[in-house]
């Protein structure tokens, strides 16, 4: 239950460059590191484990970046979001840079589903002639195949501009559609009708916004 003396911040950030490739559990890891060099009066959960209480949105792939990533962080004393947002641009890496900071209501949706409409540019090492969207993608979970419609995730078309390719997907409560998966099948079926070359790959894979449904 949420804990009203206390103060929910917003925060929103850039993951880029070499730091795209740290896993979630080690993201979380440098942004608590960075909340502690700020000097932010964090709160701390309870029990025989105590952490800093603070809550991660949907984890990104490892090798995605994004710059419009978030975290809610719980403060014991109120801090100017703008105050805050400068010590911790004070204490972030370039590549894990905070970029907006905003108070928001204990009762707002819990970070990792508060936006679970997601948009992603992928630059290829080439501009195909045109992208093929496959129908289906089969995945593996647990040690088994499950196949999945993209139609179910994916939100309006897929934009296609020179080498740089713009898609949407959704997070349902009953799953996901994981976007590197989507990506690499999207090369696949593009290159399997000849619109591109059989080195077709991504350069750079960024999620360049988050969004409510």
Do not use: N, W
Not at 42 to 53: L, T
Not at 76 to 104: C, G, M, N
Not at 153 to 167: I, K, N, Q, S
């Amino acid at each position: 239950m949420a804990d009203p003396r206390l103060f929910r911040l917003r925060v929103t950030f850039r993951e880029t460059g070499r730091l795209a490739m740290l896993s979630h559990l080690e993201l979380a890891r440098a942004l608590e590191r960075a909340v502690r060099r700020a000097g932010l009066p964090y709160a701390v959960s309870q029990g025989f484990s105590p952490h800093m209480r603070i809550a991660f949105g949907a984890a990104l792939p490892v090798g995605v970046g994004g710059t419009a990533e978030f975290f809610d962080l719980f403060l014991t004393d109120y801090v100017a979001a703008p105050k805050a947002l400068a010590a911790l641009q004070e204490a972030s890496p370039a590549d894990l840079f905070p970029v907006e900071a905003r108070y928001i209501e204990h009762k707002d949706p819990a970070a990792s589903v508060a936006c679970p409409v997601s948009t992603y540019e992928v630059v290829l090492s080439e501009a195909p002639a045109s992208v093929v969207v496959p129908e289906e993608i089969t995945v593996v979970r647990k040690k088994k195949e499950k196949t999945l419609a993209v139609a179910d995730f994916l939100v309006g078309p897929v934009e296609h501009d020179g080498a740089t390719v713009r898609f949407t997907l959704e997070a349902k409560p009953t799953g996901s559609l994981r976007a590197d998966a989507f990506a690499r099948e999207l090369v696949a079926a593009t290159v399997a009708a000849g619109c591109a070359l059989a080195t077709l790959r991504p350069t750079s894979f960024m999620r360049v916004e988050q969004r409510e449904a």
